[in-house]
């Protein structure tokens, strides 16, 4: 009964980061059981990159090993109700995960490989005119500040 007050008086922000911190702590031992309970039987899923490196999606349904790529996040961050990853090993390989929460489950996953993503906000602001929309979080992998990779917009 005790837990259950606990879990009421964390923010839903830090229980979403904890549950996406928790997936990839199983992913990287092969819990599969944990992972399948912290996804919904319905994820949405979306991917920007080269095909043949759809790697998360390729360990979540099972078609390769979580062994075959290790994602180890550099950054765990919150945006509203979705929670982003980033990731990079060298000069070669940079990702970044967008996961979707509702109620303590992960509903939508987007997947960014060797893409610079820029996630902006384009609720309207009120009357101000000539008000731009707000960046809320970028790319920011320091050992490839110098590649030239593609940049998407992802607009909340």
Known sequence: MASNNVEAQVPEEMQNKAIVDTLYKALAHGGTSTVVKLLASD??????????????????????????????????????????????????????HVWTLKDGLITQFREYFNTWLTVRDVKPQGWEIGHDSHTLWQSHPRDLARRSLPGLVLAI
């Open 43 to 96: 994820l949405e899923w979306w991917f920007h990159g080269p095909p043949r490196c759809q790697h998360m999606m390729s360990v979540l349904t099972g078609e390769s090993s979580h062994t075959e790529f290790r994602f180890e996040p550099r950054s765990i961050e919150v945006v509203g109700d979705c929670v982003i990853a980033e990731g990079w090993e060298g000069a070669q390989v940079y990702w970044v």
